[in-house]
Protein backbone atom coordinates (compact mmCIF):
# COMPACT_ATOMS: atom_id res chain seq x y z
CA UNK A 1 0.00 0.00 0.00
CA UNK A 2 1.18 3.52 -0.49
CA UNK A 3 0.13 4.53 2.96
CA UNK A 4 -1.46 7.86 3.51
CA UNK A 5 -1.04 10.32 0.90
CA UNK A 6 -1.30 14.43 1.30
CA UNK A 7 -1.69 16.71 -1.17
CA UNK A 8 -0.09 19.36 -1.59
CA UNK A 9 3.31 19.19 0.20
CA UNK A 10 4.21 22.86 0.31
CA UNK A 11 1.28 25.69 0.62
CA UNK A 12 2.70 29.09 0.04
CA UNK A 13 -0.44 31.85 0.19
CA UNK A 14 -1.71 35.10 0.97
CA UNK A 15 -3.36 35.82 3.95
CA UNK A 16 -7.42 36.03 3.33
CA UNK A 17 -7.29 33.34 0.80
CA UNK A 18 -9.09 29.85 0.85
CA UNK A 19 -6.68 26.87 1.20
CA UNK A 20 -7.84 23.55 0.55
CA UNK A 21 -5.60 20.58 2.05
CA UNK A 22 -6.34 16.72 0.51
CA UNK A 23 -6.10 13.50 1.97
CA UNK A 24 -6.36 10.13 0.65
CA UNK A 25 -6.26 7.11 3.60
CA UNK A 26 -4.91 3.77 3.17
CA UNK A 27 -7.07 1.78 1.31
CA UNK A 28 -9.52 0.14 3.90
CA UNK A 29 -9.04 2.15 6.61
CA UNK A 30 -12.32 3.38 8.30
CA UNK A 31 -10.79 6.12 10.53
CA UNK A 32 -9.36 9.46 9.33
CA UNK A 33 -8.03 12.11 11.34
CA UNK A 34 -6.50 16.05 10.46
CA UNK A 35 -3.94 17.16 13.37
CA UNK A 36 -2.05 20.22 13.44
CA UNK A 37 1.53 20.58 14.10
CA UNK A 38 2.93 24.20 15.75
CA UNK A 39 6.22 24.76 17.99
CA UNK A 40 4.11 26.35 20.02
CA UNK A 41 1.13 24.23 20.72
CA UNK A 42 2.72 20.48 19.37
CA UNK A 43 0.87 18.33 18.03
CA UNK A 44 -3.20 18.94 18.26
CA UNK A 45 -6.39 16.90 16.49
CA UNK A 46 -8.57 18.74 15.35
CA UNK A 47 -11.08 16.40 13.49
CA UNK A 48 -11.55 12.63 12.75
CA UNK A 49 -14.36 10.56 11.10
CA UNK A 50 -15.78 7.16 10.97
CA UNK A 51 -16.94 5.52 8.25
CA UNK A 52 -16.91 9.25 6.70
CA UNK A 53 -18.81 10.97 9.63
CA UNK A 54 -17.92 13.35 11.62
CA UNK A 55 -17.38 12.15 15.27
CA UNK A 56 -15.25 14.55 16.41
CA UNK A 57 -14.53 18.17 15.67
CA UNK A 58 -14.19 20.02 18.73
CA UNK A 59 -10.43 20.34 18.30
CA UNK A 60 -11.24 22.80 15.48
CA UNK A 61 -9.63 26.11 15.95
CA UNK A 62 -12.93 28.25 14.81
CA UNK A 63 -15.63 28.58 12.07
CA UNK A 64 -13.24 29.59 9.45
CA UNK A 65 -11.80 25.65 9.74
CA UNK A 66 -14.43 23.18 8.10
CA UNK A 67 -13.64 19.03 7.22
CA UNK A 68 -15.22 16.94 4.84
CA UNK A 69 -15.41 13.27 3.98
CA UNK A 70 -17.45 12.69 0.64
CA UNK A 71 -15.83 9.39 0.52
CA UNK A 72 -13.64 6.77 1.99
CA UNK A 73 -11.06 7.31 0.02
CA UNK A 74 -10.48 11.17 0.18
CA UNK A 75 -10.94 14.21 2.77
CA UNK A 76 -10.36 17.90 2.54
CA UNK A 77 -9.86 20.43 5.07
CA UNK A 78 -10.15 24.27 4.38
CA UNK A 79 -9.46 27.28 5.70
CA UNK A 80 -11.28 30.05 4.64
CA UNK A 81 -10.23 32.88 4.70
CA UNK A 82 -6.71 32.17 5.78
CA UNK A 83 -4.58 33.71 8.88
CA UNK A 84 -1.04 33.82 9.52
CA UNK A 85 -1.44 31.95 12.76
CA UNK A 86 -2.75 28.89 10.95
CA UNK A 87 0.55 28.41 9.56
CA UNK A 88 1.64 24.90 10.57
CA UNK A 89 2.26 21.45 9.21
CA UNK A 90 -1.01 19.64 8.93
CA UNK A 91 -0.97 15.87 9.20
CA UNK A 92 -3.40 13.24 7.88
CA UNK A 93 -3.87 9.36 9.63
CA UNK A 94 -5.87 6.52 9.14
CA UNK A 95 -6.42 3.79 11.22
CA UNK A 96 -8.23 0.52 10.49
CA UNK A 97 -10.54 0.27 13.24
CA UNK A 98 -9.36 2.78 16.08
CA UNK A 99 -12.48 1.18 18.66
CA UNK A 100 -11.31 1.28 22.53
CA UNK A 101 -10.06 -1.87 23.34
CA UNK A 102 -8.56 -2.29 19.42
CA UNK A 103 -4.71 -2.61 19.43
CA UNK A 104 -4.74 -0.54 15.90
CA UNK A 105 -3.00 2.39 15.66
CA UNK A 106 -2.99 5.26 13.20
CA UNK A 107 -0.32 5.66 10.40
CA UNK A 108 0.45 9.22 9.25
CA UNK A 109 0.95 11.01 6.37
CA UNK A 110 4.11 13.36 5.71
CA UNK A 111 1.74 16.27 5.96
CA UNK A 112 1.14 19.80 4.12
CA UNK A 113 3.82 22.48 5.36
CA UNK A 114 1.21 25.69 5.72
CA UNK A 115 2.19 29.15 5.08
CA UNK A 116 0.17 32.08 5.10
CA UNK A 117 1.73 35.48 4.03
CA UNK B 1 -1.89 18.08 34.69
CA UNK B 2 -3.22 18.14 30.95
CA UNK B 3 0.05 17.91 29.51
CA UNK B 4 1.85 14.88 28.25
CA UNK B 5 5.71 15.93 29.02
CA UNK B 6 9.02 15.16 27.47
CA UNK B 7 12.11 16.46 27.87
CA UNK B 8 13.26 18.73 24.65
CA UNK B 9 16.45 17.67 23.57
CA UNK B 10 18.87 14.41 24.09
CA UNK B 11 22.80 13.73 22.48
CA UNK B 12 24.15 10.95 22.53
CA UNK B 13 27.42 9.43 21.63
CA UNK B 14 26.88 6.67 18.49
CA UNK B 15 27.11 3.73 20.11
CA UNK B 16 25.63 4.52 22.92
CA UNK B 17 22.09 3.87 24.57
CA UNK B 18 19.59 6.31 24.35
CA UNK B 19 16.45 7.07 27.13
CA UNK B 20 13.84 9.29 26.37
CA UNK B 21 11.08 9.55 29.15
CA UNK B 22 7.92 10.79 28.86
CA UNK B 23 5.48 11.74 31.75
CA UNK B 24 1.64 11.01 31.03
CA UNK B 25 -1.44 12.39 32.91
CA UNK B 26 -4.58 9.74 32.30
CA UNK B 27 -3.99 6.63 34.52
CA UNK B 28 -6.89 5.12 32.91
CA UNK B 29 -5.29 5.42 29.03
CA UNK B 30 -4.95 1.74 27.42
CA UNK B 31 -2.21 2.45 25.45
CA UNK B 32 0.64 4.05 25.04
CA UNK B 33 3.01 4.68 22.10
CA UNK B 34 6.62 5.80 20.82
CA UNK B 35 6.75 7.24 17.32
CA UNK B 36 9.58 8.70 15.38
CA UNK B 37 9.57 12.41 13.20
CA UNK B 38 12.00 12.77 10.56
CA UNK B 39 12.71 15.92 9.38
CA UNK B 40 9.92 16.49 6.77
CA UNK B 41 8.14 13.46 7.19
CA UNK B 42 5.30 12.08 8.93
CA UNK B 43 5.33 10.45 12.45
CA UNK B 44 6.10 6.69 12.18
CA UNK B 45 5.10 4.68 14.67
CA UNK B 46 7.80 2.71 16.45
CA UNK B 47 6.07 0.33 18.82
CA UNK B 48 3.22 0.92 21.63
CA UNK B 49 2.91 -0.75 24.94
CA UNK B 50 -0.34 -2.04 26.46
CA UNK B 51 -1.25 -0.33 29.71
CA UNK B 52 -0.94 -3.79 31.58
CA UNK B 53 2.40 -4.37 30.84
CA UNK B 54 5.73 -3.38 32.66
CA UNK B 55 8.23 -3.53 29.45
CA UNK B 56 7.93 -4.45 26.20
CA UNK B 57 11.05 -4.88 23.93
CA UNK B 58 11.18 -4.93 20.32
CA UNK B 59 15.06 -5.69 18.99
CA UNK B 60 16.97 -2.55 19.89
CA UNK B 61 13.80 -0.81 21.51
CA UNK B 62 12.82 -0.78 24.92
CA UNK B 63 9.58 0.20 26.56
CA UNK B 64 9.18 0.46 30.45
CA UNK B 65 5.88 1.54 31.60
CA UNK B 66 5.77 2.58 35.45
CA UNK B 67 1.62 3.07 35.76
CA UNK B 68 2.35 4.46 39.27
CA UNK B 69 3.80 7.19 38.30
CA UNK B 70 2.77 7.30 35.03
CA UNK B 71 6.15 7.33 33.49
CA UNK B 72 7.19 5.50 30.53
CA UNK B 73 10.49 5.31 28.67
CA UNK B 74 11.89 4.26 25.55
CA UNK B 75 15.40 2.59 25.35
CA UNK B 76 17.76 2.62 22.04
CA UNK B 77 20.34 0.51 22.18
CA UNK B 78 23.25 1.06 19.93
CA UNK B 79 21.78 4.38 19.10
CA UNK B 80 23.31 4.92 15.38
CA UNK B 81 22.95 8.43 13.37
CA UNK B 82 19.60 7.29 11.74
CA UNK B 83 18.09 7.23 15.32
CA UNK B 84 18.48 11.03 15.08
CA UNK B 85 14.89 12.58 14.94
CA UNK B 86 12.14 13.39 17.01
CA UNK B 87 10.52 10.84 19.22
CA UNK B 88 7.05 11.33 20.68
CA UNK B 89 4.92 9.77 23.06
CA UNK B 90 1.50 9.32 23.32
CA UNK B 91 -1.06 8.41 25.47
CA UNK B 92 -4.53 6.36 24.16
CA UNK B 93 -7.20 7.94 26.45
CA UNK B 94 -10.22 5.91 25.81
CA UNK B 95 -11.83 6.38 29.47
CA UNK B 96 -14.04 9.95 28.89
CA UNK B 97 -11.09 10.75 27.04
CA UNK B 98 -13.18 11.10 23.73
CA UNK B 99 -11.30 7.91 22.38
CA UNK B 100 -8.07 10.40 21.08
CA UNK B 101 -4.28 10.50 21.03
CA UNK B 102 -2.83 12.72 22.90
CA UNK B 103 0.92 13.43 22.08
CA UNK B 104 3.59 14.67 24.39
CA UNK B 105 5.94 17.83 23.08
CA UNK B 106 8.87 15.43 21.76
CA UNK B 107 11.98 14.78 22.31
CA UNK B 108 14.54 15.86 19.53
CA UNK B 109 17.67 12.92 20.13
CA UNK B 110 21.08 13.71 18.38
CA UNK B 111 23.07 11.31 17.77
CA UNK B 112 27.02 12.58 17.16
CA UNK B 113 29.79 10.31 16.04
Known amino acids: DAGVIQSPRHEVTEMGQEVTLRCKPISGHDYLFWYRQTMMRGLELLIY????????DSGMPEDRFSAKMPNASFSTLKIQPSEPRDSAVYFCASSLAWLAGSTDTQYFGPGTRLTVL | GEDVEQSLFLSVREGDSSVINCTYT??????LYWYKQEPGAGLQLLTY?????DMKQDQRLTVLLNKKDKHLSLRIADTQTGDSAIYFC?????????????FGTGTQLKVEL
Open chain 1, 49 to 56: FNNNVPID
Open chain 2, 26 to 31: DSSSTY
Open chain 2, 90 to 102: AERRDAGGGNKLT
Open chain 2, 49 to 53: IFSNM
